[in-house]
């Protein structure tokens, strides 16, 4: 049986959840149809690995566990969407300052799990952490007014020490995440 996982960074600013909820909130109250992120889901994914056999796992969370991270600061802000504003299926906060160190752990990552059979992503880094998805086209026209509002929002700083490698268990209440390794 395989195991759905992806290598992420942890939100561990208590004061940046907040302001992540106050702005769901506000997104929410333009009364669209949104699935929120619950707070304890914030995380900034690195690498999505999909269903991988539990012999991989293990394999991976040994290159996780032998990472060293050199410490540093993300600052985080902004809302964006994907795919665009004509079509809002995700909303989503991005990486102001700290990108670069960011992109090299993104790299390292890259490069010891490709050693290990993993495949490499064919897209380059956009550092995003997902503040809620879109269901519907429902009251579409305030929610791109209520994001265009919060386009400068601050939401402060994430301080990487770490990458951690985690199973997501989907169920109907939402996914249930539960770390399986991290660096060292």
């Not at 195991?3 to 909820?21: D, G, L, Q, T």
């Not at 802000?77 to 004509?86: I, K, M, S, W, Y």
């Not at 490709?114 to 880094?125: N, T, Y």
Request: net charge positive; aromatic share 6%; proline share 4%.
């Amino acid at each position: 049986m395989s195991i759905r996982c992806f290598v992420a960074i942890e939100c561990n600013n208590e004061e940046m959840i907040r302001r992540f909820m106050d702005v769901q909130r506000r997104l929410e109250r333009t009364g669209a149809d949104l699935k929120l992120v619950e707070p304890e889901n914030i995380h900034m994914t690195l690498k999505f690995l999909g269903d991988t056999y539990p012999s991989k796992v293990e394999e991976i969370s040994r290159v996780i566990e032998e990472m060293n991270i050199k410490p540093f600061d993300m600052k985080v802000e902004g809302l964006g969407v994907f795919p665009h504003l004509g079509h809002v299926r995700i909303v989503w906060t991005g990486v102001k300052d700290g990108f670069e160190p960011l992109n090299r752990v993104f790299k390292e990552l890259e490069r010891k799990l490709s050693d290990i059979g993993v495949k490499k992503e064919r897209r380059a880094l956009h550092p995003h952490l997902t503040i809620c998805r879109v269901r519907s086209g429902r009251n579409k026209e305030h929610l791109v007014e209520e994001i265009n509002q919060l386009r400068e929002e601050k939401f402060g700083v994430i301080h990487v020490d770490k990458v951690v490698l985690m199973k997501s268990e989907l169920t109907p209440k939402g996914p249930i995440y539960t770390n399986i390794a991290e660096s060292g």
